[in-house]
């Protein structure tokens, strides 16, 4: 078998290959030609490499990284490292004669393009502070232009998060600034950091590493950009929808053309062709890795097949005349050829994990058994921006598996399965005791076996939570098959787990800009947040119904709990309910979630008894164990 991928010592590359699978070849590390892309253009850094909040918090350290040269350590697989190294180039870059990048600032990357006036910003950002930095990098190296207008491409937080750091809300009201997004974006800007959002912000800290030291022993990469910034995050709302694909619009005498891509990436996307600069915007739909059909920090499965679809129809409707491309994330691409070439590979990776997953899977096998055979063709698993850096073959086509056939394998011994510490008690009891069963994993594990190693251990430490032995174990078995890992957020999940285990769990960063996002959730939304609060423990047989008028917003609901459900309706037509509340909305949240007193808001009824229902919700679990119990 030929590597290209350096010396790897067998227990790593065995680690290695069960983390990324790989065809024969791989890609060639003589390849430079994405070192060159990487650093064309560039412009100048940012002197002071500390970007810091009002606080004098440091939110993101453009020298962080700076460790990443030479060779690959051992702790660190080659390819990774690479991508690492690329990811990692900061600062101001020229992608074509009127447009430019910031890179480096942040997960994302931030576009500016030169109007009459002002700044075109495609994505700004995470946070505020990484936004304004970038902005000040702009305007130091190019001139100082004011921000004319805002680009949203997608509705995940960090290609919006940082919108206050660039404009104010007086400029976007009075018109003065445009603020640009694909249709159905605001919903799901804050769809996605409501309901769901203290599960998935707790397993994202496992994704992106949130708690390992940036070094060769921990955080080298978040695999579509060196890490989120920990910043303030802000929203503001669009106000020009865009709701067809060959819409077109002028901004500040810039020509764009949109393509709407809902459903690939995110739920509401787009990318944007500027015609006259023979420049194509492919937003996040395409990378410098395989991006995640299902992210590991939770999220609706995304559809391969449409995603390659949508990549298909960017190139027939710009392949044959876009000269630059570039994206949200990554460096660009130069060259009609090159891109057509990307482009049509790229397609066909998303198209090719998408129809052999379902061929497998009407062959009958499971989504572990498919995830274990899955493999890129070689022609398409030598190109370095399929590799597996983001999202991953083994972890996406269980994804696809999940969107056709949901979690359920169709053997019945999987329809109630025991709880993890009980399964564990129970497996440990049946293979001779905890001796023998650690015994077997440190086997295993000096065998480099360690994907059984890790069951093995895995089961010890579900059984007893303070089995120290096991747990020492397990983390070095996590150790190892970070150390191993080509996926940027796989590593970061393993050594994640491996800190969990050595040191318990560690509280959640702080979440900047909340008020943003509760400030644009739909009162709708928000009532659903406080559904899935609801405790059945508490609430019992109690039964309370409560009318709110938010006179702010011109809203009126009436709030019922009965059988232990919450459930509401807008502008109710008849009825009694025990009380009425009239209150501006921001008033109703500090009570319903910082336990403010609202008794004398009431209008009618019993005062005390919204109390009695907001008393019946319970907060989520702010730092949840994950490899632990």
Not at 419 to 427: E, H, I, N, T, V
Not at 437 to 463: P, S
Request: aromatic share 8%; net charge neutral.
């Amino acid at each position: 078998m030929r590597l290209l991928l350096g010396a790897v010592p067998a227990a790593l590359l065995a680690g290695f290959l069960v983390a990324a699978p790989a065809s024969a070849a791989g890609p060639d590390f003589a390849d430079r030609r994405d070192f060159d892309f990487a650093g064309r253009g560039f412009l100048g850094a940012r002197a002071e490499p500390k970007i810091t909040a009002a606080d004098g918090r440091v939110v993101w350290d453009l020298s962080a990284f700076d460790f990443l040269k030479g060779p690959a350590p051992a702790s660190v697989n080659p390819s990774l490292w690479r991508q690492s190294q690329l990811l990692a180039r900061h600062g101001l870059f020229e992608v074509t004669p009127g447009v430019w990048q910031v890179r480096g600032f942040d997960l994302a990357n931030a576009t500016f393009i030169a109007g009459k006036t002002g700044w075109i910003v495609i994505d700004p950002l995470t946070s505020a502070e990484a936004a304004r930095a970038a902005l000040d990098l702009a305007n130091a190296k190019l001139g100082a232009r004011p921000v004319v207008a805002l680009i949203y491409t997608h509705s995940h937080t960090d290609h919006f998060g940082g919108a206050r750091g660039m404009v104010e809300q007086a400029d976007v009201d009075s018109g003065k600034v445009q603020v640009i997004a694909p249709e159905g974006f605001l919903e799901h800007a804050v769809s996605e950091n409501v309901i769901a959002g203290p599960a998935m912000g707790r397993r994202a800290t496992y994704q992106f590493g949130s708690f390992l030291p940036k070094g060769p022993e921990g955080l080298v990469n978040a695999g579509i950009g060196p890490g989120l910034s920990a910043g303030t995050q802000t929203l503001i709302p669009p106000t020009v929808d865009i709701t067809r694909t060959g819409q077109t619009l002028t901004v500040d005498g810039v020509r764009l053309e949109f393509q709407l891509t809902p459903g690939t990436e995110a739920p509401a996307e787009m990318n944007i062709w500027l015609p006259d600069l023979k420049a194509l915007c492919l937003a996040e739909n395409a990378n410098a890795t395989m991006h995640n059909v299902l992210t590991p920090r939770g999220a609706l499965v995304r559809d391969a097949s449409q995603w390659a679809a949508y990549l298909g129809e960017s190139l027939r409707m710009y392949g044959d005349q876009a000269e630059v491309l570039f994206t949200s994330h990554a460096w660009p691409r130069f060259g009609r050829e090159v891109i057509a070439d990307y482009i049509e590979k790229h397609r066909d990776a998303y198209k090719y994990l998408h129809d052999q997953t379902v061929r497998l899977m009407n062959d009958g096998l499971t989504g572990a058994e498919i995830a274990n055979r899955i493999r890129l063709p070689e022609v398409l698993d030598r190109e370095w921006y399929n590799r597996g850096y983001y999202g991953t073959m083994s972890f996406n086509s269980r994804a696809v598996y999940q969107r056709y056939m949901g979690w359920y394998d169709a053997n019945p011994v999987n329809l109630a399965p025991l709880d993890p510490a009980d399964a564990g008690a129970r497996y440990v009891a049946m293979m001779g005791g905890r001796e023998a069963v650690l015994a077997a994993a440190r086997k295993a594990h000096d065998g480099g076996d360690d994907r059984w190693a890790g069951e093995l251990a895995n089961r010890l430490v579900m059984a007893d939570g303070n089995d120290m032995a096991a747990r020492a174990l397990l983390a070095g078995v996590y150790d190892r098959q970070g150390a191993a890992a080509e996926s940027a957020i796989w590593r970061n999940m393993y050594l994640s787990g491996a800190q969990e285990l050595r040191g318990g769990v560690r509280a959640g960063p702080a979440q900047g800009g909340s008020l943003d996002f509760i400030r644009n959730t739909p009162t709708p939304m928000l009532l659903d947040l406080l559904a899935v609060r609801l405790d059945p423990d508490k609430a019992g047989e109690g039964a309370v119904a409560v009318d709110l008028t938010f006179p702010d917003r011109k809203e009126r609901f009436r709030v019922r709990v009965k059988h232990s459900v919450l459930t509401y309706e807008a502008d109710p037509a008849g009825g009694v309910a025990d009380a009425a509340y009239t209150l501006p909305r921001a008033q109703f949240l500090t009570g319903a979630l910082a336990g403010a007193d609202l008794s004398k808001t009431a209008t009618s009824g019993d005062p005390a008894a919204l109390g009695r229902l907001l008393s019946w919700l319970t907060p989520p679990r702010p730092g949840f164990p994950i490899v632990t119990r």
